[in-house]
């Protein structure tokens, strides 16, 4: 009885924060969850799961993985609880699951129960319930304030495996790969083979996992897609990321196609890190049974653009915003790869007012990390700094060579369109955390009306 009220409970609290959200300014995502556990301890730990459980965790990249995993299985006739919203750690999982959980039998309503895991939260998610699949995407440096270095991201994830559950990962990624060796768990591997873009010698001096696990010696790369991830193995013991279980070349951005094990599939933003999770949820899901004719079809057919609800314009420029994660380097890097990338002029908007919403340390080390050095190309014409750590980010461009594109702007809300518009050319690009995106669109927005 305890367990049904407790469900109950986080119903009820749901619906009373989806009618007051347009006043609290939040989804209720979180605090339903924490009320009912508090009631009743560990409730998520007695309820009847469905056969497939769906983990997906990593530094990065959790988010577009979930997504598109989400999309196949319920485009293949399963029903799929999954974390929509992206909030992943302990008490919106319980949240989540509840909601979608009879009160009276504790079943839940699904078919497959699919979670985006920080990598902090797993094993108090799956305490007693383990999942049958667990994809890891990458280990990086991110949140170190919170998280400190991948070693210890690394033993947290590998602290929290069960040896029933299958293990999809990157094997592009030195520190995922070593779960191979670690665990005796089934391992599936993917990986991106040379894209035109990989360079021959690393862009920092900072690499991580660039030793062999097994006999010590510093791996030789054939590429690097970015940072330490690429293709590599142990010149002595021969340890590397082949071979390759699933692999994905022939990637071509400006169409938006790759191949996936010879078979031709849509990717949905023409970014290497959506190549990386379009891999990623054919690797899990043709794992679990779906054909490959199916996945094709399901990520091939009818596929709106990822960003479009942040594309619009002001007159006759183009403006696409992008959420990029603060605390993560090579996330960040991602991003502006993928603005360099673009055809023509542009102007670049970076800036964010809180570093997490987690926790109040600001770490802002991690700049440092990021080589804003590929911004010196003659089609960038103006940086615009904004937020409540504008001059940080301007001091660490100007050290990075780039002091003639700078524009500091004080209060963004009120100025960005009129300097945007008055002081640069060419399509605006947006690199700022998610808690600033409304104010963005609304001060970017204001030319048109």
Same mark, same amino acid.
């Given at each position: 009885?305890?367990?049904?009220?407790?469900?109950?409970?986080n119903k009820s609290i749901s619906i009373i924060c989806k009618i007051l959200?347009?006043?609290?300014?939040?989804?209720?995502?979180?605090?339903?969850?924490?009320?009912?556990?508090?009631?009743?301890?560990?409730?998520?730990? @007695?309820?009847?799961? $469905?056969?497939? !459980?769906?983990?997906?965790?990593?530094? =990065?990249?959790?988010? /577009? +993985? &979930?997504?598109? %995993?989400?999309?196949?299985?319920?485009?293949?006739?399963?029903?799929?609880?999954?974390?929509?919203?992206?909030?992943?750690?302990?008490?919106?999982?319980?949240?989540?699951?509840?909601?979608?959980?009879?009160?009276?039998?504790?079943?839940?309503?699904?078919?497959?129960?699919?979670?985006?895991?920080?990598?902090?939260?797993?094993?108090?998610?799956?305490?007693?319930?383990?999942?049958?699949?667990?994809?890891?995407?990458?280990?990086?440096?991110?949140?170190?304030? @919170?998280?400190?270095? $991948?070693?210890? !991201?690394?033993?947290?994830?590998?602290? =929290?495996?069960?040896? /029933? +559950? &299958?293990?999809? %990962?990157?094997?592009?990624?030195?520190?995922?790969?070593?779960?191979?060796?670690?665990?005796?768990?089934?391992?599936?591997?993917?990986?991106?083979?040379?894209?035109?873009?990989?360079?021959?010698?690393?862009?920092?001096?900072?690499?991580?996992?660039?030793?062999?696990?097994?006999?010590?010696?510093?791996?030789?790369?054939?590429?690097?897609?970015?940072?330490?991830?690429?293709?590599?193995?142990?010149?002595?013991?021969?340890?590397?990321?082949?071979?390759?279980?699933?692999?994905?070349?022939?990637?071509?951005?400006?169409?938006?196609?790759?191949?996936?094990?010879?078979?031709?599939?849509?990717?949905?933003?023409?970014?290497?890190?959506?190549?990386?999770?379009?891999?990623?949820?054919?690797?899990?899901?043709?794992?679990?049974?779906?054909?490959?004719?199916?996945?094709?079809?399901?990520?091939?057919?009818?596929?709106?653009?990822?960003?479009?609800?942040?594309?619009?314009?002001?007159?006759?420029?183009?403006?696409?915003?992008?959420?990029?994660?603060?605390?993560?380097?090579?996330?960040?890097?991602?991003?502006?790869?993928y603005i360099l990338e673009q055809k023509g002029n542009l102007s670049i908007?970076?800036?964010?007012?809180?570093?997490?919403?987690?926790?109040?340390?600001?770490?802002?080390?991690?700049?440092?990390?990021?080589?804003?050095?590929?911004?010196?190309?003659?089609?960038?014409?103006?940086?615009?700094?904004?937020?409540?750590?504008?001059?940080?980010?301007?001091?660490?461009?100007?050290?990075?060579?780039?002091?003639?594109?700078?524009?500091?702007?004080?209060?963004?809300?009120?100025?960005?369109?009129?300097?945007?518009?008055?002081?640069?050319?060419?399509?605006?690009?947006?690199?700022?955390?998610?808690?600033?995106?409304?104010?963005?669109?609304?001060?970017?927005?204001?030319?048109?009306?």
């Amino acid at each position: 009885m305890k367990d049904t009220l407790a469900i109950i409970i986080n119903k009820s609290i749901s619906i009373i924060c989806k009618i007051l959200k347009p006043i609290l300014h939040k989804d209720g995502s979180v605090t339903p969850g924490y009320y009912a556990n508090k009631y009743s301890n560990n409730i998520i730990d @007695r309820l009847k799961y $469905p056969k497939i !459980i769906i983990g997906v965790t990593g530094s =990065s990249g959790k988010g /577009s +993985t &979930t997504r598109l %995993i989400a999309k196949i299985l319920e485009n293949n006739n399963y029903k799929v609880i999954w974390n929509k919203n992206g909030s992943n750690l302990y008490n919106a999982a319980v949240t989540l699951i509840l909601n979608h959980t009879n009160s009276f039998t504790k079943k839940i309503n699904g078919d497959v129960l699919l979670l985006e895991l920080d990598e902090s939260y797993i094993k108090s998610v799956f305490h007693k319930i383990n999942p049958t699949h667990l994809v890891i995407t990458n280990i990086t440096r991110d949140q170190v304030a @919170r998280n400190g270095e $991948p070693e210890l !991201i690394y033993d947290k994830i590998l602290n =929290s495996i069960d040896p /029933s +559950t &299958t293990l999809i %990962i990157n094997a592009n990624d030195p520190l995922t790969l070593r779960y191979s060796l670690d665990t005796n768990n089934k391992i599936v591997k993917y990986g991106i083979l040379k894209y035109k873009t990989d360079y021959k010698k690393p862009l920092s001096d900072t690499l991580d996992a660039a030793y062999c696990p097994i006999c010590h010696t510093k791996y030789k790369y054939d590429w690097y897609h970015y940072g330490n991830i690429g293709i590599f193995k142990c010149p002595k013991c021969k340890y590397g990321t082949f071979p390759l279980n699933y692999h994905a070349n022939d990637i071509n951005l400006a169409t938006k196609f790759m191949t996936i094990n010879e078979h031709i599939v849509k990717i949905d933003y023409p970014a290497i890190f959506t190549c990386y999770a379009t891999l990623a949820a054919y690797a899990l899901t043709n794992t679990i049974g779906i054909s490959d004719e199916n996945i094709m079809e399901s990520l091939n057919d009818n596929q709106e653009e990822f960003n479009s609800n942040n594309i619009f314009k002001i007159g006759r420029r183009r403006i696409e915003m992008i959420d990029s994660k603060p605390e993560n380097a090579l996330s960040y890097e991602q991003t502006i790869d993928y603005i360099l990338e673009q055809k023509g002029n542009l102007s670049i908007i970076i800036g964010f007012d809180n570093v997490s919403r987690r926790y109040s340390l600001n770490d802002i080390s991690w700049l440092y990390d990021i080589n804003f050095e590929k911004l010196n190309n003659p089609f960038v014409d103006k940086i615009f700094c904004i937020g409540r750590f504008r001059y940080d980010i301007a001091y660490r461009l100007e050290l990075a060579g780039l002091k003639d594109k700078i524009i500091i702007i004080d209060d963004y809300k009120k100025n960005l369109s009129y300097q945007v518009t008055h002081k640069s050319k060419g399509n605006i690009y947006t690199v700022i955390f998610v808690d600033m995106m409304d104010d963005v669109r609304n001060a970017l927005s204001e030319v048109n009306k």
